[in-house]
């Protein structure tokens, strides 16, 4: 029987995208003195923010991700927003009995930030950040840790992402993956396949039973 909903939370539940462009763009222009690409950033999403400036400057790699840092947590509160359809999908899926966690690269402490902004804090059972495991997505470690704490195993859950990291963190750890196509990048899959896709965060409802399993 399904029990436990794993959801990424950027480009998923919140709508960053915004603020995390501008994020990149500021930290290049700053440290590395070049642009970025929207297409380039979006490349990257879903993906612990260590791995990503390496690949762009391993030397400078601490400094991008200060300066990136620092311009998120200043503009955070202003570019974010939840996306349409989440409160009313996380609400409907509580009624049913679900219980849900946040699978996310982000810290904890900002990811909350986040949700309690918009009031959606309460339908988390918990919330597994970057902190909370050594391995990273696309690892199956942060939806394991998610599970544990939930008292689930992966047959009993689903998880909604965005990202081509979370398709393979799911995949991983065996959980069914149901792509959020509500997110920034539709194409974000490349050759990987969902289980389900959802065009709206709402679709989840028809996806899962009121009680049963469907996998």
């Not at 601490?62 to 989440?86: S, T, V």
């Not at 690269?105 to 495991?133: I, P």
Request: hydrophobic share 40%.
């Amino acid at each position: 029987m399904l029990r436990a909903v794993l959801w990424d939370l950027d480009g998923t539940i919140l709508d960053t995208t915004e603020l995390i462009l501008s994020s990149y763009r500021h930290a290049f222009a700053k440290i590395l003195r070049r642009e970025i690409s929207d297409d380039s950033a979006l490349a990257n999403f879903g993906e612990p923010l260590a791995n990503v400036m390496s690949k762009y400057s391993i030397e400078r790699a601490e400094e991008l991700m200060q300066c990136y840092r620092e311009h998120n947590h200043k503009h955070h509160d202003k570019q974010i927003r939840p996306f349409a359809g989440i409160h009313d999908a996380l609400a409907n899926l509580a009624r049913r009995g679900y219980r849900q966690a946040v699978v996310t690269s982000k810290t904890e402490w900002l990811s909350l930030q986040g949700l309690k902004l918009f009031g959606l804090d309460g339908f988390f059972e918990e919330v597994v950040g970057f902190e909370s495991t050594s391995e990273h997505k696309p690892s199956s470690a942060p939806a394991l840790e998610a599970l544990k704490r939930l008292g689930f195993a992966p047959e009993q859950s689903v998880f909604v992402g965005d990202s081509l990291a979370d398709c393979l963190c799911a995949k991983s750890a065996k959980i069914p993956f149901l792509f959020a196509e509500w997110g920034p990048n539709p194409c974000a899959l490349g050759d990987e396949r969902a289980d389900f896709y959802l065009k709206d965060p709402r679709d989840i409802l028809h996806v899962l039973p009121e009680k049963g399993a469907i996998f």
